[in-house]
């Protein structure tokens, strides 16, 4: 067997010559396959029956694809499994779709009309990937679907699609840019969305689209402001950049007034110069006149205040410096830069310090920052100069960014600390991070005299270093010195003459050269020596020193002729046949000018001014000087030169802008809102006394004033504390004007005089909870307050007379109620006078002991008494209750659900358990042995002729992790009576039945108690900020949500709260909309959240949102109460 065969068979080819030879590709995997046959497994996986196969096909290709592998010759087989009714298997086809549609246009093409049905999924995460499937097939036929299901997706109830939608605008503009006035529609739509998910997409979409179209942020600006704090990371750096540029255009410069003083010479400006004995009378006049002009502008200048707006991006920006994306930070402290006042921006050095403990990448971009910003704001970095100090770890371009640094930060006071450390550098190994500090050091003697002789004989010291960068470099600093003081250095020219000998970089030579001939005045004999060596190895120069050599020639034969005429002829002869044709065409000028013949033009008369002009020093800058221009932490800023896609940053307006374009209409349910403020001063106020006391018939109408006064004043002074900006009550209160405001109040009054006057029907309610807010109205109930405090008794009679008339009538109108309850209750109406007397005498007790009496209400079974009550409480006491620090006991949930909306459940049936019957309800009060537990209260009765005995349970049958308490045994229950019992389940938040077997003296029986979903939580007391936050925090697969068409008869907001509350054990949580209706709750035994809201809307239509930790718990409860809702 040859070599070659032998060499075939081990890589897997075939040994026979007329057979194909196939290749391989290591990474591919497929070594001991045949390229024809790679991915056949896969193709036959994803063509099965079988979900579990296709799901596992699916994986392996998306790994595939994350390891960078080509997986595009799969497409047909994919594309076939779009319509699949496995959400699994669907979603990472739609993963493989986005990242090979642009690819395969034409296939992706026939599965259009899947996308298009998979728009209308109910599941989020599949409408949402078919919008980004369809947005990235890039062809222009399909842009009128794109658009249309743009338009759908925004409109949304899924914050995850509006956020896709948003996504999706830029690559439609790209695709068709004519669409741009549609997508502007969209996008002004997504703008008001409040959801911190779909902001950050949202103001990309407009960066990309419309950035030009400022008009679209005014009235958005304050909410995203507000929201800033909680959107992801990339949102951030996206809406800070763009609200920079926003602000520039909106408001004054904060620095303008310094900016006037800076530009006026400052103070000197102002009081006047310190030499003006010694300048003539009319200049004087002149220069005192302009001082005069100057320094009025600057008086008759209003003094700055500070936009409310302007203050509040700054204040909500400011934590952001704490944020762990560098790009965040870096992103607030470029606005802080281009927007805060100048005592303001210290607080973002501290921040910008920290990052630089980062990754080399993110220290070269803070670095370039900071480069820029120390020269402005030199004094912001100071206390950090040791952060700079070069590590021998760092990279070469680092160590260039800090030296650069650390030259910017150079004055007189640390002047010596840096150039110790700069001696430190020197000895590197790193021979373009040495030349950068040499060149560092040339800077620090140019910007700080004191130090300029020292950095010189530093730099002479260096010119004999082993190194011949190092003292190249030096040769080419010291020029640049020497031109500032020549007279009184001529003895390092003579120095760095005799180094032609030995330095051989051509910048050195041509730099001593420059030098010699410069000042060839001052060093008259050594200069032609010089000349006469560079003459003999002229041809062996490089260009630029061969320029300079020509140069020596020139000078030292207008100023010592006799020495150097004939070197000058044989140096021009030389250049005159030089290879590069630069050197031949200053040969051939100079020889004119220098040489006077017969042809030879005017020019020749001043050749000495020509060549021995003085010529100023040159300014050593730092390249970082005008780099301000560009927005800071931009790709523009770093490369130094416009990138594509750079948004310029405008300039300051010279007069501030209107600021009531960013003022927004406040909706009817903002006076709700209002409450919370005067809670927070109530709060204070009320913490030394009980909630009822004797004296607060005086103190209501006081403490409501005073409450309206505090919220009109938070209203117009907008945002004025530090804690107001942050939280959504004050962001309503910042947007409204003064007029608003007192509109409102007014509105809200009224409103609340025709709460209290239908309240007073049902019961008496403390004054502080029902006074109305308005300033009329506190005068006339302080006028009332004193009497009412008098005559409290016949008043408490009239209101418990008008409670029993209410009720009787009530009971009247209802249908459902069975005879046997309206006797009862009756009997309780009937019997309430006599009672009156002892309550009065224990008035003041009661109201000490428990926050809400109860007994007031008695509610009754039927559900027509039921809702008003369980909304009264809801909405009236818990929302004026919500600030306040109480106990558990004092206001659980558990009280306020009605008793009379428990459903019983059959457990023996009488026949089956000959004579005894069995029913068992949930209770929905807590469990007191195990709190972990479902409370399960089981009725007895015995409807037999003898008496039953020893009823107890025994051999429970539970899944794993259920537990059960048992009741305690019954010894004998007599014949035509009734006993209950509380037994206690921890049903492991599941719905699976608990088994066990029930005992008599003489029978077993088998049963079982399956608890519905709703009745596996408890409620719980959530303010509707904590609502909020926490419904944020549930999102994406922890939420369902379902359309319904409500009936007539549930279409109002009583019956739904009744009907959810019924199917489901929650307490619901205040909400200052009519339209939605929320309720939170958690589950008995894990404590998982439970969150439900009903929003209804306009001809019966309504949308349930359930958000829960568990998944399978949510999709059963939303079921339950669906049909609750619908019956």
Sequence with gaps: MSASSAFNDEKGGSSNVGEPEYGHDPASGGIFSSDYKRHDDLKEMLDSNKDSLKLEAMKRIVAMIARGKNASDLFPAVVKNVACKNIEVKKLVYVYLVRYAEEQQDLALLSISTFQRGLKDPNQLIRASALRVLSSIRVTIIVPIMMLAIKEAASDMSPYVRKTAAHAIPKLYSLDPEQKDCLIEVIEKLLADKTTLVAGSVVM?????????????????????????????????????????????????????????????????????????????????????????????????????????????????????????AAVVMAVAQLYFHLAPKAEVGVIAKALVRLMRSHSEVQYVVLQNVATMSIKRRGMFEPYLKSFYIRSTDPTQIKVLKLEVLTNLANETNISTILREFQTYIKSNDKDFVAATIQAIGRCATNIGEVRDTCLNGLVQLLSNRDELVVAESVVVIKKLLQMQPEQHSDIIKHMAKLTDNIQVPMARASILWLIGEYCEHVPKIAPDVLRKMAKTFTNEEDIVKLQIINLAAKLYLTNSKQTK???????????????YDIRDRAR???????????????????KKLFLALKPAPVLESPFKDRDHFQLGSLSHLLNAKAGGYQVLPDWPEAAPDPSVRNVEVKESVPEWTKCSSRE????????????????????????????????SGSESGSGSEESGSGSESEESNEESESASEEDEEEEGKKKKKNVEKIKARKPVPESESEPSSGEDVKKSEKKSKPRIGSSESESEEDDDSESESSESEEEESEEESEEETKKKKKTTASKPPSKPPKKENKKEKKEMSLLDFDDFDPAPSPSQVTPLNNFLSSSLVTDLEGLSLTENVLSPTTIVPSGNLKTYELLHRITGEGLSVEYCFSRQPFSPDPHMVAVKIQFTNSATSEAKSLHMEDAKLQSG????????????????????????????????????????????????????????????????????????????????????LEEKCQGEHAVVQRVTTAANLSRVPCGSDKECRFAGKTVTSGSLVLVSVVTKEDGAAQLTVNCEKMVIGTMLVKDILQALTQ
Aim: charged fraction near 30%; include cysteine; hydrophobic fraction near 35%.
């Design 205 to 325: 979409a407009f960066e990309e689209v419309c950035p030009e179209r400022i008009d679209l942020i005014h009235k958005n600006y304050r909410k995203l402001c507000n929201l800033l704090i909680d959107v992801e990371e990339w949102g951030q750096v996206v809406i800070i950049n763009m609200l920079t540029r926003y602000a520039r255009t909106q408001f004054l410069n904060p620095n303008m007034n310094e900016s006037l003083l800076e530009e006026g010479g400052g103070e000197k400006a102002f009081y006047g110069s310190d030499n003006d004995d010694d300048t003539d009378d009319e200049e004087d006049k002149e220069e005192k006149e302009k001082k005069k002009t100057e320094a009025t502008a600057i008086v008759k200048r209003k003094p700055y205040v500070m936009d409310p707006d302007h203050r509040l991006l700054l204040r909500n920006t400011k934590p952001l410096l704490q944020s762990r994306n």
């Design 566 to 580: 004939l070197l000058t002829q044989y140096v021009l002869n030389l250049a005159k046949y030089d290879q590069n």
């Design 589 to 607: 000028f100079i020889r004119q000018l220098i040489v006077p013949t017969d042809k030879s033009g005017a020019l020749s008369k001043y050749a």
């Design 681 to 712: 001063k109530r709060k204070e106020k009320k913490a030394d006394k009980p909630f009822y006391s004797d004296s607060e018939g005086e103190s209501g109408p006081t403490e409501s004033a005073d409450s309206a006064s505090d919220t009109a």
């Design 962 to 1045: 259920m537990r059960i308490k048992e009741f305690p045994e019954i010894e004998v229950l007599p014949a035509g009576e009734t006993v209950s019992v509380v037994m206690g389940i921890d049903f492991c938040d599941s719905t699976q039945a608990a088994n066990f077997q029930l005992c008599t003296h003489t029978r077993k029986f088998f049963v079982s108690i399956q608890p519905p979903v709703g009745e596996l939580m408890m409620p719980i007391f959530m303010t509707e900020n904590e609502f909020k936050k926490e419904q944020g925090q549930l999102m994406g697969m922890n939420e369902i949500t379902e359309k319904l068409t």
